[in-house]
T-cell receptor, first 114, second 112 residues
């Protein structure tokens, strides 16, 4: 079990669909992250939120739209995706201000774009 | 941003120590090194981290060279359940904008 919960575990969507990935943590962490992981590759950072504000966008295409409604929740809205966007999407959180706080990961959402 | 490089794969006999190296020659003075592992289809699991000094916890030990250009993760008595991909990560940035940048990872196989 992880302290970061991601839903759904699996998602299949067409290229014209709109869907959302959800992430929740109740550890009081103030920094939350989205990573994308392709098969047999390391996770790649997409977005960082700090105190519910977007602080880092790693030049991610606009078809991915993050949202942080409150300090416990992080969403990733998906629209007009391409098959190459199929991957494992990982959410993580950290304390945010502690100087050496590790990341806590969820188990991810496996996304397939058809 | 600092980069890390790791050997792509290693084998280790069950019960023996597994020593996983990581090179981070461009690391800056305030950038921490973290180690995570990932078992297939799960999220990465935190193992240990350090800045300058060697560190030990219930899972592993972390040895950082004096010049901080490399580190070694040591699993003292590897078991079959330690078979996983191990990532060395450098954290860059500052409070509010930390980025945890993954290395390429080492696929560790523990052999019975």
């Amino acid at each position: 079990d992880t302290e970061v919960t991601q839903t759904p575990k699996h998602l299949v969507m067409g290229m014209t669909n709109k869907k959302s990935l959800k992430c929740e943590q109740h550890m009081g962490h103030r920094a939350m992250y989205w990573y994308k992981q392709k098969a047999k590759k390391p996770p790649e950072l997409m977005f960082v939120y700090s105190y519910e504000k977007l602080s880092i966008n790693e030049s991610v295409p606009s078809r991915f739209s993050p949202e942080c409604p409150n300090s416990s929740l992080l969403n990733l809205h998906l629209h007009a995706l391409q098959p190459e966007d199929s991957a494992l999407y990982l959410c993580a959180s950290s304390h945010g201000t502690l100087y050496n706080s590790p990341l806590h990961f969820g188990n991810g959402t496996r996304l397939t774009v058809t | 941003d600092a980069k890390t490089t790791q050997p792509p794969s290693m084998d280790c006999a069950e019960g023996r120590a597994a020593n996983l190296p990581c090179n981070h020659s461009t690391i800056s003075g305030n950038e921490y090194v973290y180690w995570y592992r990932q078992i297939h289809s799960q999220g990465p699991q935190y193992i240990i981290h350090g800045l300058k000094n060697n560190e030990t916890n219930e899972m592993a030990s972390l040895i950082i060279t004096e010049d901080r250009k490399s580190s070694t993760l040591i699993l003292p008595h590897a078991t079959l359940r330690d078979t996983a991909v191990y990532y060395c990560i450098v954290r860059v940035g500052y409070s509010g904008t930390y980025k945890y940048i993954f290395g390429t990872g080492t696929r560790l196989k523990v052999l019975a």
